[in-house]
Structures are given as structure tokens and as C-alpha cells.
């Protein structure tokens, strides 16, 4: 189950498949990671500071090593597969009120290590998610110029940078059907939430990367 909430309440609830047609809900254009750089001879991406690539023998002690330690601990439990978003998501997220300024919010999401926060009312709400990329945007360059925007920019209050309106997906909804929503949207995650829009956690796309490597595995087609 999926909702979009904003300032004004909730906007939708239902399927991922109507999501991507509401008006309301913008796709968010995102920066785009640099294709990796031709190998040089030596093993090496080109890029300084660069490890060169590790060696089939390297890999082979490491996979020895590993399977040494599994022995001492003993047999694992038998695998469960991850299914829904509240096997993967974080719990406690970090959240930001929509009046705070924008320097300020900006520390916050420094501080605690984070690209985005939902950003949440008094009563607990989520009305938006706030991303550390819009509060530094690209067209701020180091000219004289561009100071007194730049002061401006900081001091705005985070309802006027967040994304809002903001989809969020509930807790017992399946892990796999939040994937097409945050390539749809742009979005690096969405706030888990209940029918009211109180936050319950954050999934991002980095918990369903993890969910696809990780022990147990995700579990794609039940």
C-alpha cells in the first residue's frame, strides 16, 4: 500500500501503478553517477588514489578465510526470505521540521551521515522529504555574485526546499513493489508510514540493494 501525503494531508492511497500518473507527484531529477573510467594496464581505474583490482588469488584466501570462520561459528538458522518493507527499512529515522532553516537542516543531514530526511508536522506527519542535493543546488557557483543568493538560499525555511507532495509506502507492503515507485519518481527512498502519515521508518534504495545481496535473500517473486 502506497500514500502521498503533503501539507495539506493525505492526497492518495492505493497501488504503485496509479501512483506514477498522479499529477501532484513530480519525478525529481537527480544527479547521475559517472560511467567508471576505462581500465588503465595496470589494473587501475585512471582515477588518482585509485586500488588497483584485486587478484584472483587475493579473492581465493579471502573466500577461504571466510569459510574457515563460518566453521568455527557452526551451522547458520535456515534462510528466511525478506519480503517486506519492514524487513529492510530503517527504524527511528532521522526527520526535520518544515520551518527549520535551511543551513541548519543541511548541518543536521551532515552530521548524521544522511541524503534525505522526511520532513514532519507537529503531530508526527510526514508533508514532505527533504534532500541534501536541493539545498546545495548546482546553479550556486563560487562567484561574488552568487553570495547574496546563496545567503538567501540558507535562510529559507525547509517547506519551501522539500519535495511535497511525497509518496510513502506502508510497513507490510512487498519490498519488490518499491522499486518501479523510486524509479518512477527520481526519489532515493520514501518514508514508511501509516495510514495517517505518522512516520514509521525510511527504505531506501540502498536497503533494496542490500536485500538483493544480502543473507537471507529477497525473496522476488512470491
Known amino acids: 500500500m502506497f500514500f502521498v501525503f503533503g501539507p495539506s494531508g493525505q492526497i492518495y492511497r492505493g497501488g504503485p ?6 499529477a ?3 519525478r525529481v531529477q537527480r544527479p ?3 560511467r567508471a573510467r576505462a581500465m588503465d594496464p595496470d589494473g587501475t581505474s585512471g582515477t588518482p588514489g585509485a586500488r588497483p583490482a584485486q587478484t584472483a588469488q ?3 584466501l579471502q573466500e577461504a578465510a571466510a569459510a574457515y570462520v563460518q566453521t568455527e561459528q557452526g551451522p547458520r538458522p535456515p534462510r528466511q526470505p525478506v519480503l517486506r518493507v519492514a524487513d529492510m527499512m530503517t527504524m527511528g529515522a532521522v526527520t526535520v521540521p518544515p520551518d527549520m532553516p535551511a543551513h541548519e ?8 551521515r544522511v541524503a534525505q530526511a522526511p520532513v514532519v508536522n507537529t503531530e508526527g506527519q510526514v508533508v514532505g522529504l527533504l534532500l541534501r542535493a536541493d539545498l546545495a543546488p548546482d546553479d550556486l557557483l ?8 546563496a545567503i538567501a538560499r540558507a535562510r529559507r525555511a525547509v517547506a519551501e526546499v522539500m519535495v511535497s507532495p511525497v509518496p510513502t509506502v506502508a510497513a507490510d507492503t512487498e519490498l519488490r513493489r ?6 518512477d519518481t527520481g526519489l532515493p527512498g520514501l518514508p514508511v508510514t501509516d495510514e495517517h502519515g505518522l512516520l514509521v521508518g525510511f527504505v ?6 542490500r536485500a538483493v545481496v544480502a543473507d537471507p535473500p529477497l525473496d522476488l517473486w512470491s
Not at 17 to 22: C, G, M, N, Y
Not at 105 to 112: I, V
Open 17 to 22: 501503478a496509479k501512483l506514477a500518473q498522479l
Open 24 to 26: 501532484p507527484v513530480q
Open 32 to 34: 547521475q553517477g559517472l
Open 58 to 60: 587475493q579473492q581465493r
Open 105 to 112: 537542516a543541511w548541518l543536521m543531514l551532515r552530521e548524521q
Open 142 to 149: 563560487p562567484q561574488p555574485a552568487a553570495v547574496p543568493l
Open 178 to 183: 518499491v522499486a518501479p515507485v523510486l524509479l
Open 204 to 209: 531506501t534504495r540502498t536497503d533494496i540493494l
